[in-house]
């Protein structure tokens, strides 16, 4: 499942990290996280899923919108 630039951003909040530390963990650039969450582009699909396993690591935990109650982020326990 592809993540959003929302989920992206509020799962950044629940870590507490900023945009570089999400790329230095994803091995990404700022710039590619920058504009994924500001909506400029889709990023490739290697960099989506390196974005998404570095939040992952990190303890976030991604919510299918088709299980009900939509899209979203929690920290797993």
Do not use: N, Y
Not at 12 to 30: F, K, Y
């Amino acid at each position: 499942m592809p993540i959003s630039p929302a989920q992206c951003r509020a799962a950044r909040a629940l870590l507490g990290w900023t945009q570089a530390e999400l790329a230095a963990r994803a091995e990404v650039s700022p710039g590619t996280v920058r504009g994924f969450e500001c909506g400029r582009h889709d990023p490739h699909r290697a960099t989506a899923a390196a974005l998404r396993r570095a939040l992952e690591e990190a303890g976030v935990a991604f919510l299918d919108p088709d299980e009900g109650g939509g899209a979203g982020v929690r920290k797993r326990c």
